[in-house]
């Protein structure tokens, strides 16, 4: 039996409260389905590292992690002490570019026994499943390139630029992974989100570029929508949609758009990943570190085991993924005394929750 070594990156606040239970249910997960997994845990990307050692990742980071099979984080940021650009882009944005992750994945779907946020037009609610959509967001290039200056800083002739960059081979590859994805899935349909209207030269390359790949793919309905109008329709109509994709700045809005459209911020997941796997890919929720909350142990796991779920179908086990989530959803379904943390209307601590996943998943 192969072993997967696995980084774990708690991070800060409540990514330190939720990290538990996420290594918990990967634990039943792992014992029932006979997978072998090796956590190795690293105290790097938090606060009290970088108030130690006035910087997020040790020197050597990537010698530490960067031959693990994954790398499973939690939270990172405390505003209070520290600026969220510098931890942000000081160890998680690290990750990200140093290690090709060039694909950031998030699905949105609708549990049971979560109420949706969001109604049908003729003020019914959706039903479970009903919301089932997966946003595929480019992750290292497009409008979050550091191209660009100032210049006459501070006079009245100042000016500021900053650059998109798109590239024929960053543009295509993550729109491969959104055609593969599609195709993999029964409604077969791709939607692309541009605004090529308003930004006239890379957003239609985007566009000639889908439209180039949509030849390959000819079972796949694609269409487009400009991201103004896209947006709109994710609230006005969530269950059209099958998987989304996006360059960086539109995919980031629309990837905190989609969860949101399904309820509680605390269930999403995300990862980032490097889908030829020459560098660990990186699962982490879509939460933050939640200082508001942190400390009190009422944080809701779900995010984190759900990215762990990921994870483990990332590493070629999709019967231990598929139990996972429906452990997750056995245990959202189950009305009654189930435990519910307070963002989901009960008052369950995160480890009631994170064990009851856990008992189901071994079970
Ligand atoms: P980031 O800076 O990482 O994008 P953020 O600081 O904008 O994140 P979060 O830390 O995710 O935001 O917190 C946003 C709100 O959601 C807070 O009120 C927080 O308490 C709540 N929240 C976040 N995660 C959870 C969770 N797992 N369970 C319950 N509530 C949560
Ligand atoms: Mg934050």
Redesign the pocket.
Known sequence: MKTHRIAVVAGD??GLE?MPEGLRALEAAASRFGIGLQFDHFDFACWPYYERHGQMLPDDWKEQIGSHDAIYFG???W?EKIP?HIS?WGSLLRFRREFDQYVNLRPARLLPGMSAPLRRRDGTPYAPGEIDMWIVRENTEGEYSSVGGRMFEGSEREIVLQETVMSRHGVDRVLRFAFELAQSRPKQHLTSATKSNGIAITMPYWDERVAAMARQYPGVHVDQFHIDILCAHFVQRPDCFDVVVASNLFGDILS?LGPACTG????APSANLNPERRHPSLFE??????????GRG???????IWCGAMMLDFLGHRKAHDALLQAIETVLASGGDAPR????GGRAS?ADLGRAIAEVVGA
């Open positions: 606040g409540i939720v939270a990172v940021g505003p969220d942000l905190d509680t911020i605390g269930v929720p879509v939460h933050g570190s939640a200082p508001d909350i942190a009422i944080a809701n796991p779900i995010g984190q943390t307070p963002d989901l995160t």
